[in-house]
């Protein structure tokens, strides 16, 4: 038995999948955090995925998409069209992940300095 539960917390929106692990035992199967920007860069305002997961035992079962589709609804009903994440180059399995849902390299290209060197 699972359940989608959705949470807002000030600008942040996010969705856990409840999952039953028995009478008195529940935990999460996955969870999606984002938020709506509307000052990045120019940027039109967008939805932004900043936290995404699954549990492995939960894999492959169509739970990640559910949580992505009940973020990017929202998204949608806060009058965006466009959803933007930020992920590690070497990260296939998210990566594959996102490229299944739609999404492909973005008008923006991210730079950074190591401030210690």
């Known amino acids: 038995m699972a359940a989608l539960i959705g949470?807002?917390?000030g600008a942040f929106v996010?969705?856990?999948l409840w999952r039953d692990w028995g009478a008195a035992l529940g935990?999460?199967?996955?969870?999606?955090?984002?938020e709506v920007r509307?000052?990045?860069f120019g940027s039109p305002p967008c939805g932004w995925i900043f936290g995404f997961d699954v549990d492995p035992e939960f894999r492959e079962r169509g739970i990640g998409s559910m949580l992505f589709d009940a973020l990017t609804t929202f998204f949608r009903s806060s009058g965006v069209n466009t959803v933007r994440t930020m992920l590690r180059r070497d990260?296939?399995?998210i990566m594959s992940f996102f490229r299944s849902q739609g999404l492909t390299a973005g008008p923006?290209?991210?730079l950074e300095k190591n401030l210690d060197e």
């Open 7 to 9: 949470l807002f917390v």
């Open 14 to 16: 996010g969705h856990m």
């Open 27 to 34: 935990g999460v199967a996955g969870f999606v955090i984002g």
């Open 38 to 40: 509307d000052w990045e």
């Open 91 to 93: 990260d296939n399995l």
């Open 108 to 110: 923006f290209i991210e």
